[in-house]
């Protein structure tokens, strides 16, 4: 799960396409709409690298598209053509985000009502963000086979700047977004965990030292819960050093995971 080349992950509301430098992720601020319901779509840009990198936006290749079965709906602009463009350098790990609003109209003569699908136009080395589905109902209720369990993740340190050798301390937060109960694991073992320095090395790997077994559990719609591990500041991997630097955790619970950066310093 930790390779630095192409690498597909759940996500909040669909999966994020990793490529050598960027991740690309699309989400919807819901998973089931009444019809005409607007729909706000993001696409987060972010810079996995440890280098800036200049990338390129405008009107022209930020679209959003809307289908059904292959058939488009809406269309957020006119398509890819070589339009106003802004170039801008993203500093490692940061962030671009591109928004837009769907009010339910349609292109096609069927109504936009069912399962449909949200993607983008924008692609960074050939590949695009995976589309989302969304359901749009079609004047009654939802059926239950809509409805859906969504996790997301995400992590907190105590300190995302330390001295070597200094413990750090990180909680990770899973939240159920969707519809229905989430089925999650408890108990010891539940969380993976790897430290890599700023080439890519590993340095450190967590282990789970208690003795009670893993479970399943149930997270409600709109719950969360947090899970806390502690790493002593010390490599545990054979020939593994620390030194001053930045380096990146990565966790992985319920089959999500996240990463996070940390700086050492002498």
């Known amino acids: 799960m930790f390779r630095r080349t192409l690498l597909v992950v759940e996500s909040l509301e669909g999966r994020i396409v990793l490529t050598s430098v960027m991740g690309l992720t699309i989400t919807t601020d819901r ?33 959003f598209l809307v289908s059904k079965d292959g058939t488009e709906l809406w269309r957020s602009n006119a398509g890819m053509n070589p339009m106003y463009q802004v170039v801008e350098t993203l500093a490692p790990h ?26 983008s136009q924008v692609q960074v080395d050939g590949q695009s963000a995976a589309p989302v589905t969304i359901e749009v109902g079609g004047g009654t209720r939802l059926s239950p086979k809509t ?10 340190l105590d300190h995302h700047a330390a001295k070597v050798g200094q413990p750090i301390l990180l909680t990770l937060t899973e939240t159920n977004i969707g519809t229905t109960a989430a089925t999650i694991n408890d108990g010891a073992g539940i969380v993976a965990a790897a430290l890599r320095d700023g080439k ?22 709109g719950a969360s819960r947090q899970v806390s591990i502690q790493w002593d500041g010390k490599a545990n991997l054979p020939g593994a050093k620390i030194k001053a630097g930045w380096y990146t955790f990565h966790l992985l619970i319920d089959g999500h995971d996240v990463t996070t950066r940390l700086k050492l310093m002498v």
Request: proline residues 11%; negative net charge.
């Open 31 to 63: 998973v089931e709409y009444a019809p005409g319901q607007p729909v706000v779509i993001t696409l987060t840009q972010t810079n996995l690298s440890d280098h800036d990198v200049t990338v390129s936006h405008g009107p022209s290749t930020d679209g």
């Open 94 to 119: 940061q962030s671009l985000t591109r928004t837009a609003v769907w009010t339910g109209d349609s292109s096609s003569p069927a109504p936009p009502i069912g399962s449909l699908q949200v993607a």
């Open 147 to 156: 409805s859906r369990a969504k996790l997301t993740l995400a992590v907190q």
């Open 200 to 221: 890519g090395h590993p340095v450190w790997q967590y282990h789970d030292l208690r003795l009670l077994p893993t479970f399943k559990g149930n997270l409600p719609p």
